[in-house]
């Protein structure tokens, strides 16, 4: 949390998927709903999010991920995040995810997998869950 209290939350887009319409959908419904939110923009490399994580001083990372590679770039930005003494950082996936890949992800440290069509109230609600 930042010093007014707020959750901090990066929402990021690794890899090189270019559809961004869900994560700035997040992003702006995570704003409104009080969090403080940073976006990362397209195209980031797990290294890239795990270190803008880590700069950003964040309680939770949410990775938007609509390109397939939820699996792999998931397991690079938890291993870049634990390789950066961000470990306590909660990784969130959202996107086109399998329900057999949701077992894998929670297995290798994800919080939590929301796919399309979650609501940005069950999002928030996840949040506060876990950072309280």
Do not use: C
């Amino acid at each position: 949390m930042n010093e007014e209290g707020k959750i901090r939350v990066l929402v990021a887009k690794p890899g090189l998927d270019g559809h961004e319409r869900g994560a700035w959908v997040v992003a702006y419904g995570l704003r409104d709903a009080g969090f403080e939110v940073v976006y990362t923009g397209l195209r980031q490399t797990p290294m890239e999010v795990a270190t803008a994580a880590i700069q950003e001083d964040v309680n939770v990372v949410g990775l938007s991920i609509l390109s397939g590679a939820h699996l792999s770039l998931s397991r690079a930005v938890i291993e870049n995040l634990k390789a950066q003494g961000g470990e306590d950082i909660i990784v969130m996936v959202g996107g086109v995810v399998s329900d057999d890949d949701i077992p894998k992800l929670k297995e290798m440290g994800v919080s939590e997998v929301f796919t399309s069509g979650s609501s940005i109230q069950s999002i928030a609600e996840f949040i506060h869950s876990v950072t309280s």
